[in-house]
Each structure stands twice: as C-alpha cells, then as structure tokens.
C-alpha cells in the first residue's frame, strides 16, 4: 500500500468519523452549526495529531490530548474534565462499542504495531477532545454542559457501535489487514499477547477506572511493609508499579526459576490427588483451596510471595462463587498454577486491565453463565471448557504466552451455545406467540361485548351473546384479527340484531324488518353452524328475538325488553364478569403455559405499558444477554435473551438445562431491574468481582 492510497483512505475514514459525530451532537440537540462545527473541528485537531505522531514505544505515548484542547475558565473547568473523564471510560465500559477491529486496521494503515489503543485516532481521545470544545464554544453554564453531556453520553452509547462498524467496513473494503502486533517482551516470556483489541470480540478496551486486582496487590504489599518494614530479595525489582521490559537481575532471575520448579512440583503433586484440587486442608470431597506462600515455604514479604497471596485471595473467591458448578470451578483450578506464573514473570499483569489471563477467566465464567449447580463434566459445556483449559495449559508450558487465539476460540464456543439456545427455544416462542393472540382475541372480543351488553337488557339476549357469541367472535379475532372478515361479519350482524329490536314507526319501515329478519336469522344461524353451536343452544335465543322483534313491528318495547339507542350501563349480574380490572390477571401475576411437555413461565400480561427504555428506543439488556429473575418463592431462572416477539415486544428467555422458559413483557422486566428481583448476569466481570470480594475482606492488622 502506497503513500497515496494511505492518504486518502485516512482522509476518507477521518471524513466519516468527523460526519458521525457532527450526527451524534445533532441528536443530542445540538442545534447550533457554530457549536457542531467546534465539536468536530476539534476532535479532528486531535484525529490529525494522532495520526502524524511518530512511532513510539511504551510510555513515549502517555501524554493525553484532552487537557490541552480548550482552556475553561473558573472552577468549572476542573467539574468538565471530571465529567468527560467519566463519560470517556463509561464508554470504554460499555462491550457493545468494539472499536479493537479499526483500530487494529489503523496500526496497520500507519504502520505502527505498537500503537497505544488510547492513542489511537479512532479511539476515545478525539471524542473527549471535541467534548471540551463543545462546552466551551455553545457559552453555556456549568449545569446546562454537563445536561449537554449527558444526552450526548447517550446518544455516543448507542451510536457508537454502528460508527465502529462502519469504519471497519470501509477499511476492509480498501484491504487493510488486521495488525499483526509485534510482541513487546516481558521479563520471563519469550512472546507477548495482542493488543486488547485481540482478546475477544466482545472485550472492551482497557478502561482508566478503578483496577481492584492492583488495588488488592498494593494492599498486600503495604500491609506487609508495616509489619516487617520494606522487603529485600532477588526479585525486589519485580512490581506492580515497575515499568515494562525490565531486565531481572541475575539473581532475580536463579530465584524466579527455582520458584517455577516448586510450583511445577506441587502442580504434580496436586494433580495426583482426587478429586483434582483438592489439598490436605480441604474440608470435604468438593473443597478447593488456593494456593498461598505457605504452600511454597515462600519468606513472607517477597514479592512473589505477595504475588502468591494476591492471587490466592482472588482464587479463594472464584472457588467459593455459589453459582459456579463445581465442573467449572475443576477447570478454574487447572489454571491456578499456570496463572500464578504468569503473574509473577509478567510485570503488566497486575496493571493491565485486559490482561489475557484476566480476560480468559471473565470469558470461561461468562460461557457458564446459567449452568445447574450439579452440572457434571460431561455436560457439553463443561467438557469444552475442559479442553480448552488444557490447551491453555499446553500453550503456557511451552512458554507460549499468546493466549488471544484461544480466547478467540471460547467466544466461538460461546457464540455457538447461543445458537443452540436459540433453535431449541423455537417451540417455546411458538407457545407465547399462541397465548399472546388467545389474550388479544379474548381483550377484544370482551370489549365489543361490553359493548354490546349496554344496548340489551333481555336476559335471554344477553346470556347467549355472554356465553356463545362472545366465543364467536373470540374464533373471528383469531383467524384474520378485530379487523378481519370474521370480525367484521360478526360485529354487523349483531348490530343488525340489536337494531331490529327497536320500535318502527311506519308501515314501511314495518315491512322492511319484516323482510330483513328472514335473511337476518339465515345469516345468524350460517355463523353459529360454523362455530358448532347446536340447535338447541340456539332456539331460546331466537325465540326472545322474535318477541323482541314483534314488539318492535308494534311500536312498543314490549313486557321483556327495554332496548334503547343510547348506549346505558350492562347488567349488574353481567357487567363485573367483564370489567377493566377482571378482564386478565394483573402484571405481578404468573401463569403456566404448558404444551404436552413444553412449558412457559409468563410474567405479567400482554400489551403492558410501554417503558421509557421502550419509548427512547435503548434498552439496558441486549440480544444473548443472560437475566436471572427472582420469583416471589426466592427460586430464581437464569436464562438467555434469545427472542423478542414481534409484534408485542415479548422477551423471551431460555435454559434449556432448566427445562422452560420465561416471558415478559418489557415493561415487567423494567420493573423487576428497579426494584432488584431481576439483573443482568452476563456483563460482570468474574475475576474484578472476585478481587474486589477479596479487597473487601482483607482488613490490615
């Protein structure tokens, strides 16, 4: 690729960029062209500074854009930066905006294999830049930029994604290749991983938020240095804190050797034990316990002893996760010692918020997620996560720390449990979309005879409008809708009932209904044959018709009837059967769907009010996300988002390993998140949850 076709591509992605962007501040109201134009004008500056930067390695591309894009005056300025840090690093947060394939691109396009994803020109750091210059240019107060900022949080939210997309696409029209990233080498590895866009289709970008693993680390090292003053030792070098590509010294390096030969040791030992993680301290047949620097007789305060420690602490957690089978925790412990490692001859371990082996547990817990606590090793699942751990064990212990192709191949097999989910789940939609269209009918038809029931007092009338054509009419809402030709048909032939009822004035008008009631009853009767209600159902009702009918060709509303043409109130004996609160059961109800041995837990009812996520369009749950629901019992389902009914916006999730399903509508599940009976399980982070239950626990003496 020339230096031309460099040129314009850029030019062509950077014009792209620039455009969405001006979109995004339009949707977020925006609607002065001055304040869009200072918008994209300066993360355009910040663009063209990213792309002329030269080469660098490392800390040689740590200086950000953002503080030297605008200078605000007063203390509000120091609230901005404040806002459009958080905002940047929610962004960066949110796993569907998948910028790594563009990125990636553009290392390529630029040639720059070790390029920073947060120097990258189509990374954050051009958004927070025209961020700052569209609050300093709109000549707004604090309070109106930061209302600004957060409509346009939302708005980046949500059209961010497509954005990065589009970006990719153009780029792999123009045949620009994914990166292929050289290794930058770390102490006691021969290679290194990917960049972050590397591990996962699904992985987020490294965030500049709170890193609870370092946290914990530092912890351990500062509670040890109260109690035994600062450590000393071969490997002193070796720190969360120290800068990549140092060199151990010598000694250094005959100490972190001898101490890998003791943890291959104790891995055999452990590995003839049954079952496999379970130590001599271990409390019962499916005990684990984390390995610590007592197991390794390790002096207390050297730095991998603290290592040890950290990780223990967050090992003891992953092992005590309830919802966790125990086949899956038996995986997890076949990666201790490998883990462990590498996070003492990798120095970025502890500081690097993607770290493959961060990313590799976070991944293994998500494709587990709705798993039965008694899930065996055989279950597909567990027996995929099985071999894939021991690939990961093959590549680690030929020294090949290049772990992203296998993370690649457990998003495959994520990916490829969501299709299963979703093909076994048809039968399931099928039976919802069933009971959607029964209650539909059921509504409809229950409101037109309400209706109806307001123009008749006959008993006989409207008992058997109550108890057949109501069915009727239900079988016509069914088959073609409350607009079909059965729905139609049936409506208007009532109507033309109810209307013979009245008192005719004329003799005209009396030979008129004279000759329609013949016709009237043939057409009754072709309508009750098709819907199988027999004669004798029907000839109590045809005859108070043709008292009624009499009545009316005499002008007078006669002794049984008292038909006006104003709509009045229904029988009191009728009215209540009917009525807007007893006409489907109320929202927090359940009802069981069940079909031979197909069954559904439906929530609430259909048609329930629209949300606010529903009106605004943006949901806090995605397509294959996992929920778990908190039932009135305490019983819970975990199951997978694998459909939306179409026409009422049903949510529709399935375990298969659970047996049914549950639907809802959105408008329950919105009220379920709000008060905590429902959650998002598939976005958490199983390796930052453990470290921050281990920073919880750990209190320094």
Known sequence: MGQDDTFFILRECRELFLRRLADMARLAGVTIPAVVEAFTREAGKAYDELVSESQKNGFGETQGLTASRISLVGNDQLELEIRIGGLTNHLKDNQRIDPWRTQLRYMTLLNRPQMLADRNPAGFEPISCGLFALCGENGNDLEKNLDLLDKMEEVLQTKLPELYVELNTLLENYRVPLAQVQPTQRSGSSKNRDT?????????????????????????????????GPASGSISEHTASAPPNLTLNASALVMLNHLLERLNGLETLQGNEHPPLSLTEATGPHSWRAFNSKDLDLPLGQPAAVVLDTLSLIFEAIFA??????????????????????????????????????????????????????????HPVCASLAKLV???????????????????????????????????????????IEHEATEAARSASRTWLNKSLARIRDPIVSGFLTTHWLGVMQAACLNGGATGELWREGEAVIDELLASFQPVQTPDDRKQLMAKIPLLVKRISAILDRNGISPRERTPFFDACFELQTAAMRSRPGMIAAVTSEASPPSPLIAPLFSETTSSPPESDIILLEQNSTRVQYLGQPGATRTLWQKSKSKPWNYCDWIEIRFPNDETYCGQLCQEIPDSGTLLLFNPDLGHAVATPPAVLERLIENDQACIVSGRSLFDEAAKQALDRFSPK
């Open 321 to 378: 996760a309830p919802e966790l089978p125990d086949a899956i925790k038996t995986a997890f412990g076949r990666l201790q010692i490998p883990i462990l490692r590498m996070a003492i001859s990798e120095q970025t371990f502890f500081s690097d918020l993607e770290h493959p082996a961060r990313q590799l547990i976070n991944r293994m817990a998500h494709s587990a997620i709705g798993l039965p606590r008694n899930a065996s090793r055989d």
């Open 390 to 432: 021991e690939s990961v064990r093959t590549n680690l212990e030929k020294g090949d720390n290049d772990l992203p192709p296998l993370l690649d191949e457990l998003e495959a097999l994520i990916a490829e449990r969501g299709r299963q989910i979703q093909r076994q789940a048809s039968p399931y939609v099928q039976i919802v």
């Open 196 to 228: 972050p866009a590397a591990r996962g289709s699904n992985t987020p970008l490294a965030s500049n938020g709170a890193n609870p693993l370092s946290t914990l680390h530092k912890a351990l090292q500062r509670q040890i240095s109260v109690d035994q």
